[in-house]
């Protein structure tokens, strides 16, 4: 049945998926934890408007979307620690704002057309080579990153008041963490697609977290429940040729309610 | 004042005004924290008690005054692994955080630590250590989520003491603590200050069970209107009468 990993482009689809499955949940404990859940959903839609950009001036949209969301989630951090808006106010603000922005941008440059579609719901056909290479790249970048901040993110993410009194440069960490999510959510776009980044960094995290294990373990869950929705929800969608990005996130909201469900069994 | 029969200065609080917006929360505050000391800072509701910790803690920077711990400036120092915090633990704390009590106890020890520094042997040892202090130590693999507000408060000391600290704040430790729990936490707050000589600072409106604990006592009601022994407290008519300011 595996004669389909004799196509190039299912293969460099499966890469690009594994890779960014892993690193979603390294991101998502953290920014599920802190209350950020919808920061990932903020930050895919300025995304679309990195992608836009991309169409208009004829550049490669997955760095046109790496550029604009790294430096959206900075102003936002800014925003939302100027305390001038609710935090989740400055959310809004980009959120709209950057879809605005997107589909100016769109109607500019003559963008709506089947291409935007593989972008707004993941289409991992259209991977290439390049962008593979780019993905694994950045994601040790991320992962790395997390690796080195890993105890310090814990703490924030716990008590981001004793964690500042014992001396860690929280409000630094804190913009790393964004950025990194920026990277995480600009990557994640050929996968899943703009419209379900969210899910991918969200779901298997808050699945995780319906176990109730220690913090290690639960990361330890959430990359086993995004890595094996990723790659049966890319399997499934091509065998019974259903859209990959929704079929991911079907599997990982499976998985979720078998959870629940085996929990509230006495 | 008695408190020079004790060591030496460890923190030096002088002259602090501080206001939020037009609302003046500490007015001239002088106050100084010596070493092996068990002082109360008490006060009422809004008397400003937790925004002076937050001033002594650095998470505050006050309008006027000066901040020095363990000799130096607050705004030049380093050494955050001297002081150790327990935090009001109903208002910073999620119950579903997915956290064992070992792990939260390790917390403490990633402040002196680098970036990419992975955890020790040391830091397990000393973990341990904390844990045992607090007699919490069968209880290392439960969520910390799953204890009761008792139990949670001492992995909270076990915390900040598995950091090592030559002193340890705690922000009003007793509210919604049931009285049998309240004995048994400030016995073992008493014994870490007479067994590890640890300098222990006490925010709370609780002054009843602070005449009993502490060796001084701050009263502060925006302004510090009364700082001395216990047994001067009781003796100064002023400061009894009005005990709730």
Redesign the interface.
């Known amino acids: 049945m595996f004669d389909i990993l004799h196509y190039s482009f299912f293969v460099r689809g499966i890469e690009a998926g594994v890779i960014v499955a892993f690193i979603a949940p390294l991101i998502g404990i953290f920014l599920v934890l802190r209350r950020y859940s919808l920061i990932a959903d903020t930050l895919s839609h300025v995304s679309l408007a990195g992608v836009a950009l991309g169409f208009l001036f004829g550049v490669n949209p997955m760095w046109s979307a790496i550029g604009v969301t790294v430096v959206s989630s900075l102003g936002i951090e800014k925003l939302r620690t100027s305390k001038r808006v609710y935090g989740e106010s400055a959310l809004a603000l980009f959120l709209s704002g950057a879809l605005a922005l997107a589909t100016v941008l769109l109607s500019l440059g003559k963008g709506f057309n089947a291409n935007l579609l593989n972008y707004l719901f993941g289409s991992i056909v259209t991977v290439t080579q390049t962008d593979v290479y780019t993905i694994a790249v950045l994601a040790v970048v991320v992962a790395c990153v997390l690796f080195a901040l890993y105890k310090e993110l814990v703490y924030i993410s716990f008590d981001e008041e004793s964690a500042r009194v014992s001396g860690i440069a929280v409000d630094r960490i804190n913009r790393v963490l964004i950025v990194l999510a920026a990277l995480t959510v600009a990557l994640s776009i050929p996968v899943v697609g703009i419209l379900l980044i969210a899910a991918l960094i969200v779901i298997p995290v808050v699945a995780a977290l319906q176990l109730r294990k220690s913090f290690l373990q639960t990361l330890v869950y959430a990359e086993v429940i995004s890595v094996f929705s990723v790659v049966t929800g890319i399997f499934a969608s091509f065998y019974l040729n259903l859209a990959t990005g929704g079929t991911i996130v079907l599997i990982m909201l499976i998985v979720f309610l078998l959870i629940m469900a085996g929990k509230d069994r006495p | 004042m008695s408190n020079s029969d004790h060591g030496e200065n460890i923190i030096e609080v002088s002259d602090i005004s501080f206001s939020y917006g037009a609302t003046q929360v500490l007015k001239d505050i002088t106050l100084s924290i010596h070493r092996g000391d068990y002082l109360g800072i008490v006060g009422g509701n809004g008397a400003g008690k937790t925004s002076l910790l937050k001033i002594i ?3 505050l920077s006050p309008q006027k005054g000066k901040v020095l711990l363990f000799g130096q400036d607050i705004r030049e120092f ?1 050494d ?2 001297k ?1 150790g ?1 327990v ?1 009001q633990k109903v208002t ?3 119950p ?5 009590v070992r ?2 106890v390790l ?2 020890r ?4 680098g ?3 992975r ?1 020790t042997e040391e830091d397990r040892t000393e973990a341990r250590k904390a844990l045992e202090q607090v007699e919490m130590w069968e209880y290392k ?1 439960r ?1 910390i ?1 799953d204890l009761s507000g008792g139990q949670q408060q001492r992995v909270f000391i076990a ?1 900040a003491l598995a ?1 090592k600290p030559e002193v340890i704040f705690l922000d009003e430790p007793t509210v919604g603590v049931e009285t049998h729990i309240k004995d048994e936490f400030y016995a073992l707050l008493r014994k870490l200050n007479e067994d590890l000589h640890l300098t222990v600072v006490l925010i709370t409106h609780d002054i009843e069970s602070m005449a009993h604990e502490a060796m001084h006592i701050a009263c502060i009601d925006h302004t510090i209107f009364f700082h001395d022994s216990i047994d001067a407290y009781f003796k100064d008519s002023h400061a009894v009468v009005h005990p709730h300011p």
């Open positions: 803690l650095g998470l380093k955050w692994s002081i915090y935090p910073n704390f999620d579903n955080f997915p956290a064992t792990e939260v917390m403490g990633y402040g002196r630590r970036l990419m520094h955890v693999d969520q989520g915390r950091g």
